[in-house]
């Protein structure tokens, strides 16, 4: 039995017991961990854990909070990396009006920016979205890019028209809580092969753990609720899953 976690923050200071996280993710057989690097001096430490275990990946983007405190250091360094063989995704880059409606054109330039760069390097993009969905959807629609949702949590028409424009929808801790209607009816319509699952650790953590610190392996509860609601095989589902994994982010 072999799960991926596509989008994970393993390198958040949440995380000051790594070493036996790891362990859980190679017990429970986490065959792809995508560690997604918001911060600068994350770079170096997860290129260097891809290299120990190629079961790591590594994605590094400019936040779509972190844009308004954005200087010329975090950039430059942002591109330095994004162009290294070892980052296989530009993300997480977007735009988030929940948390800064103030410099909404701000966030745009700097998303559209950071999508040019995934174009010229050839790399998918990681998306984060968040009560800016059009805004969003109508970016990516000018810029041919491929990439995926992360912790899409829209709904699944919207879904269908990322899905269009060649992108994958994943989905993450939601799809398990009691009243999250939205995310259940996502999973169910998504084509498995524009599907992906994801913890975004140490956030959004799935029911039974709801509450406390998440982690890549609790991304098997994610899955398992998925599997559950579409009525299908683990097994197939899983298999899935690393066919789509890699096939973005050309494992
Ligand atoms: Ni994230």
Redesign the pocket.
């Known amino acids: 039995m072999s799960w991926i976690d596509s ?3 393993i390198l958040d200071e949440a995380f000051n017991d790594l070493d036996e996280v790891i362990e859980r993710i190679k017990k429970e057989d986490i065959v792809r961990c995508m560690i ?1 690097c ?1 911060y600068s001096h994350e770079y170096d430490r997860a290129i260097a854990l891809s290299k120990k275990d190629s079961r790591f990946k590594v994605a590094v983007g400019i ?1 779509p909070s972190d844009v308004k405190n954005l200087d010329d250091d975090t950039w430059n360094k942002f591109i330095e990396y994004a162009s290294k063989d070892e980052v296989c995704a530009i993300g ?1 880059i977007g735009l988030d009006y929940y948390w800064d409606k103030d410099n909404k054109l701000e966030q745009q330039d700097i998303f559209i920016k950071q999508i040019e760069i995934a174009q010229k390097l050839n790399k998918p993009i ?1 998306v ?1 979205s968040r009560d800016a969905l059009q805004d969003t959807y109508d970016i990516l629609k000018k810029h041919k890019v491929a990439g995926v949702m ?2 899409y949590s829209g709904s699944k028409e919207m879904a269908l028209e990322f899905i269009k424009l060649g992108f994958y929808i994943s989905l993450g801790g939601p799809v398990t809580f009691k009243n999250a209607k939205e995310p259940k009816e996502v999973a169910k319509i998504v084509p498995l092969e524009r599907l992906l699952i994801e913890t ?1 650790c140490p ?1 959004l953590t799935p029911e039974p753990f709801r509450g406390k610190r998440n982690e890549p392996y609790y991304v098997i509860y994610t899955g398992k609720k998925i599997c559950e609601l579409r009525e299908i095989d683990e097994e197939i589902f899983q298999k899935q899953m690393v066919i789509n994994f890699d096939e973005l982010f050309k494992g």
């Open positions: 989008h994970s923050h997604v918001c936040h997480e990681i984060h992360h912790c975004d956030y």
